[in-house]
């Protein structure tokens, strides 16, 4: 049975997401960050669960935003009429996770073939930071302030263009603009600069998604001037870095390319799986016709 989850879930919720948190930090992050079936933010998330005998088998998400998640280490296709049920309104403009879930389960809300612009299967990777290598330099981080913001959302805008080929539309600077604002207020976002010119910056890291003992890493980016200089591993194992003086013990992310992938490795990352991202050509509703 698939249904809405209620307040009196959270205890088992949490139990079925924590061992598996390295496949599901997006809709355990959104959880930590908002709360169960929270609204307001673009990744407050609407969450719903597959029971079996009184147990979770699986759960699904839906941010505001229109992201769709899943954690479904066993996923019965005969959930699908279900699903459907349960999900249907939704607003959807995107659609990841573990590609085998993340597969099933956009077959199962019948969009295998829906339109997308957006379709990539990348390398998914953990790090216990115990492990982890921070490459020498003498660059270092800061935290981003308001003088920052014009040049953090071009640089978002440009990182979504190549890792997605979003064009450069009114909506997606917008979007780039909320992402970049999300990040600083929350304060996952850092920059890296030169010791000798601290107000500029050559790289950015951010965090996608963060609890109290893992994060999953976002919006790494160096501008084309600065590449081949190492500054975006060396950005990210600072970033990495404090998080783990404060407590963090592990951090997961997808590589969207060969070099990505060489950068990672280079600072400890060891692959795990593989991760499904996909965005939509349109907005749309679950269980309009299309």
Same mark, same amino acid.
């Given at each position: 049975m698939?249904?809405?989850?209620?307040? %009196?879930?959270?205890?088992? !919720?949490?139990?079925f997401l %924590?061992p598996?948190?390295a496949t599901s930090l997006?809709l355990?992050?959104n959880?930590h960050?908002? =709360?169960l079936n929270?609204t307001? +933010?673009?990744?407050?998330?609407?969450?719903?669960?597959a029971? *079996?005998d009184?147990?979770?088998?699986?759960?699904?998400?839906s *941010?505001?935003?229109?992201y769709?998640m899943c954690?479904?280490?066993?996923?019965? !296709?005969?959930?699908?009429?279900?699903?459907?049920?349960?999900?249907?309104?939704?607003?959807?403009?995107?659609?990841s996770?573990?590609? =085998?879930?993340?597969?099933?389960?956009?077959a199962?809300?019948?969009?295998?073939?829906?339109p997308?612009s957006?379709?990539? /299967?990348?390398?998914?990777?953990?790090?216990?930071?115990?492990?982890?290598i921070?490459?020498?330099g003498?660059?270092?981080?800061?935290?981003? =302030?308001?003088?920052?913001l014009?040049?953090? /959302?071009?640089?978002?805008?440009? $990182?979504?263009q190549?890792v997605?080929?979003?064009?450069?539309?009114?909506? +997606?600077?917008?979007?780039s603009?909320q992402?970049?604002?999300?990040?600083v %207020?929350n &304060?996952?976002l850092?920059l890296?600069?030169?010791?000798?010119?601290p107000?500029?910056?050559?790289a950015?890291?951010?965090f +996608?998604?963060?609890?109290?003992d893992i994060?999953?890493?976002?919006?790494?980016y160096?501008?084309?001037?600065?590449? &081949?200089?190492?500054?975006?591993r060396r950005?990210l194992?600072?970033?990495?870095?404090?998080a783990?003086a404060a407590g963090?013990?592990s951090?997961?992310?997808?590589?969207?390319?060969?070099?990505? /992938?060489r950068? $990672?490795? *280079?600072?400890?990352?060891? %692959?795990?799986?593989? $991760?499904a991202q996909?965005?939509?050509?349109?907005r749309?509703t679950l =269980?309009?016709?299309?």
């Amino acid at each position: 049975m698939i249904r809405k989850a209620v307040p %009196q879930d959270l205890p088992a !919720l949490l139990a079925f997401l %924590q061992p598996r948190v390295a496949t599901s930090l997006f809709l355990s992050g959104n959880l930590h960050d908002h =709360g169960l079936n929270a609204t307001g +933010n673009r990744t407050a998330t609407q969450f719903w669960i597959a029971e *079996s005998d009184g147990k979770i088998q699986a759960v699904f998400g839906s *941010s505001e935003a229109g992201y769709l998640m899943c954690e479904a280490p066993v996923f019965d !296709l005969g959930w699908s009429a279900d699903l459907r049920r349960a999900m249907a309104g939704r607003k959807v403009i995107g659609l990841s996770g573990e590609v =085998g879930q993340a597969t099933v389960f956009r077959a199962a809300l019948g969009l295998a073939d829906h339109p997308a612009s957006f379709e990539d /299967v990348e390398p998914h990777f953990l790090l216990k930071l115990d492990d982890l290598i921070i490459p020498d330099g003498t660059t270092q981080l800061r935290a981003p =302030g308001d003088a920052d913001l014009p040049q953090l /959302v071009a640089w978002r805008l440009a $990182y979504d263009q190549e890792v997605f080929g979003e064009d450069d539309t009114a909506e +997606n600077r917008c979007k780039s603009e909320q992402r970049v604002s999300d990040l600083v %207020q929350n &304060g996952r976002l850092r920059l890296l600069t030169h010791q000798d010119a601290p107000v500029a910056p050559v790289a950015m890291t951010g965090f +996608n998604a963060a609890l109290p003992d893992i994060v999953q890493i976002g919006s790494v980016y160096t501008p084309p001037k600065h590449r &081949g200089q190492g500054h975006a591993r060396r950005a990210l194992a600072l970033h990495l870095a404090q998080a783990h003086a404060a407590g963090v013990k592990s951090a997961v992310l997808f590589a969207s390319g060969p070099a990505a /992938v060489r950068a $990672y490795a *280079s600072i400890g990352f060891k %692959q795990i799986g593989e $991760y499904a991202q996909v965005a939509f050509a349109h907005r749309f509703t679950l =269980g309009d016709p299309t």
